[in-house]
C-alpha cells in the first residue's frame, strides 16, 4: 500500500499553505520552549502571560514568513538557499517581535506583554534549528522511503575528487533516480578509510568479486577530472574483470550549462580503450587550401565521405558538390547539414560509373578539388564479385581522374585502403590498381594526385565492432574469424582531419600513410565488449572462431614490399617512397582490364595478378590461379636448367 502510494505521488508536491501552517506550530512550540529553558526545563512561569504572547508571536512570525517566503521551498529539495531564506524568516520574526515588544512599553497597547530579550534570543536559535531540522527530516524520510520502495542498483563512483562529489549529486539530486551510491573508489590514501555525506571512500584494493556481489553493485561510474586516455584506458581494462557495467562521466567542458546530468553519464565504449589520441591538426593550412574552393566529394554519403563533407562544411569554400548513389543515407546528410546551419551545398544522386552525368558535373560545376572516397569495400562480398570491384574501384576511379585532367582539377585525393597493401583479395587488389592509376597519371604533371591509405575506422558500415554490438543485443555469440586476427584502427573523424590535412600538403605524387597506433587483437576486442556490456566471457556470451573469410589476412599492413616512408610536419602523416612503375605499361594493363571487366572476361582476377605482381590470394577460390602461376615458374626454372 505504502509502495503504491508512493510510486502515484512522487511527483506529488505539499501545499505552501501546508509548510507555512507547520512552521507556525513549530514556531509556536519553540516559543513554549524557550520559557521551559531560561526557567531551567520547568514550568515555573506565569502561563496566562505566555498565551496571551504565543498569539502575537505566531501572527508576527506569519508576516515575517510571507515577506521572506522560506514557506515556498520544495521541503523534499532543501538545500542551501531554502536555509538562508529560514535565517533571514527568523531575523525579521525577532526584529518585528523586539519592536512590538518596545513600541508596547511606551505605549501600553496589551497589558504582560513584556518579553524578556532573553526569551527572543532563545526562541531564534532554536526556531532556526527547528525549522531546517523538520525541512531535512523530512526530505531524508521521504528519500530513504522512496528509495527502499523502488527498484535502486547500487553503484561506486570512481574519483572522491570535485568531480566524483559533484556526479553523486546529479545521481542523488531526484527522487527518479534508481540509484544508490555505495561508495567512492579513490588511489588516494589521505581519502580512504573516511566518508563523504555520508559515504565511504574505499580503497581500489578493497575491490574485489566478493566486494561487488556482497553489496549487488551493478556500476562503477569513473568520475576524474582531466584523465588522459592512457590512464583511462589502463584504469577501464583493470575493471571490465568485474561483472559490472562501467560508466565515464564526460570532461567538465560537456556538461550542459556547467550542470553535469545523469543522462550525461555514459557506458564506456570500446573506442575509449583503443587509445587514439586527439590529434592535432593545423587547420589554418587547410582553411587556406580549401577557401573559395569549389570542392566536389564522391561517395559523400558514406562513412569517411560523409565525415569529410562535415568537416569541409566548416570552411570557407565557395561550392560543395556531394555525390552519391544511396539516395537515403545522402538524404539523412543533406537534412543533417541544413539544421546545423549549412545551406551552401549541393546534393547530387548519381553513379560514378555513368560518364555521361560525371561528365555532365564536372562541366557545369567545374571543381577545383576531388576527394574520392566513392568505393566498394567489403573482403568477402567482393571475392565473389569480381566484376563489380573493378567497376566501380578501378574503372570508376579512373574514369573520376581522367576527368579531372580534362577538366584541369587542381587537386585530387584518393582515400585508399590497407588492404591495397600487399593485397590478398580482390577489393584490396582494385585499391592497390587504382593507386598505380593515379600514380601513373601524375606523369601528365596537371592535375596534383594525392593518396591516402590508411585501415579500419571505428564505426564505420561493415567494421566489426557494430556486428558485435548487435550480436551482444541478441545474446551473442560473438563471431571472430581467427584468434590472431589483428587490425589497425581509428576514428572517422580522425581519419577524414588528416585526409584534409594530407590534402593540404600534398603536391602531387604523393601516398600518404596515416600512422594507425598499434594494432588490435579482434579477439582481445570481442572479449572486452562482452566485459563492457556488464556481461561475463564466457559464461555469459561466448565467442565462436568462424575462420578466415575468403580473402582475408591475419593481419593488414600498411607499407608495401619495396617501400618506406619518409616524415611530414605532420608526426601521424608521412609519405610511402613507391618502387619505380612502367607507367606506360601501368596505363596499358589497366585499360586491357577494364575492357576485359566491361565484356564479362572470366580472366580478370588473373589479369589484376599480372598488373599487382604482389597479389596473392588467401582463403580464396582465387588460389588456384597462383598456383597455376607457382606452376609454370617451376617449369621455366626447368626449361632453364636443361638448356
Partial sequence: MIKNYLENNVNGYASKWLVLAIDIVIISVSFILSYNILFNLTFNFDSDKLFVQLPLIAGIAVVAFLFTGSYKGVVRHTGVRDVYNIFNAICLSSI?????????????????????????IIHSLISFIALTASRYVFKTVFYNLVKKFKISKNVLIYGAGES?????????????????????????????????????????????????????????????????NHTLRELVE?????????KIVPPVEDWINGELKVSQIKQVQIEDLLNRVPIDIKKSRVSDELKDQVIMVTGGAGSIGSEIVRQIANYDYKSLIIIDQAESPLYDLQQELKQNGFHNFIPIVADIRDKNRM??????????????????????????????AIKINVAGTKMMVDLSLNYNVDKFVFVSTDKAVNPTNVMGATKRIAEMYISSMQQEQKTKFITTR??????????????????????????????????????????????LEAAAMGQGGEIFIF?????????????????????????????????????????????????????????????????????????????????????FNG??????????????SNNSEFCKLDEKEEVSDTKKEKKILQS
Fill in 359 to 388: 561528365n555532365t558535373f564536372f562541366q557545369e560545376y567545374k571543381p577545383n578539388m576531388v576527394f574520392h572516397a566513392a568505393a566498394y569495400k567489403h573482403v568477402p562480398l567482393m571475392e565473389y564479385n569480381a566484376y563489380e
Fill in 515 to 599: 600512422d594507425m597506433g598499434k594494432s588490435v587483437k579482434i579477439f582481445e576486442l570481442a572479449k572486452n565488449m562482452i566485459k563492457l556490456s556488464g556481461l561475463r566471457y564466457p559464461e555469459d556470451i561466448d565467442i565462436e572462431i568462424t575462420g578466415l573469410r575468403p580473402g582475408e589476412k591475419l593481419y593488414e599492413e600498411l607499407l608495401a614490399n619495396g617501400e618506406n616512408t619518409l616524415p611530414t610536419y605532420h608526426k601521424k602523416i608521412m609519405i610511402s617512397r613507391s618502387r619505380e612503375l612502367n607507367y606506360s605499361e601501368v596505363r596499358s594493363k589497366i585499360d586491357q582490364l577494364c575492357v576485359s571487366n566491361m565484356f
Fill in 96 to 120: 518585528l517581535t523586539i519592536f512590538v515588544v518596545i513600541v508596547n512599553r511606551q505605549l501600553n497597547f496589551i497589558d504582560d506583554f513584556t518579553i524578556p530579550l532573553s526569551i527572543i
Fill in 238 to 246: 583493470s575493471l571490465v574483470d568485474f561483472p559490472v557495467q562501467v
Fill in 454 to 499: 590508411f585501415g579500419n575506422v571505428l564505426g564505420s558500415n561493415g567494421s566489426v565492432i557494430p556486428l558485435f554490438k548487435k550480436q551482444i543485443e541478441k545474446g551473442g555469440p560473438l563471431t571472430v574469424t581467427h584468434k590472431d586476427i589483428t587490425r589497425f584502427f581509428m576514428t572517422i573523424p580522425e581519419a577524414s582531419q588528416l585526409v
Fill in 603 to 616: 580472366d580478370t582476377v588473373k589479369l589484376m595478378k599480372g598488373i599487382v605482381p604482389e597479389y596473392v
Fill in 164 to 228: 566524483g562529489i559533484l556526479t553523486y549529486n546529479a545521481l542523488t539530486s531526484h527522487t527518479a533516480s534508481d540509484t544508490k551510491v555505495i561508495g567512492y573508489l579513490d588511489d588516494d590514501a589521505k581519502k580512504v578509510g573516511k566518508s563523504i555525506n555520508g559515504i565511504n571512500v574505499f580503497s581500489r584494493r578493497d575491490l574485489s568479486e566478493y566486494f561487488i556481489n556482497k553489496r549487488d553493485i551493478s556500476e562503477i561510474i569513473v568520475s576524474i577530472n582531466n584523465i588522459d
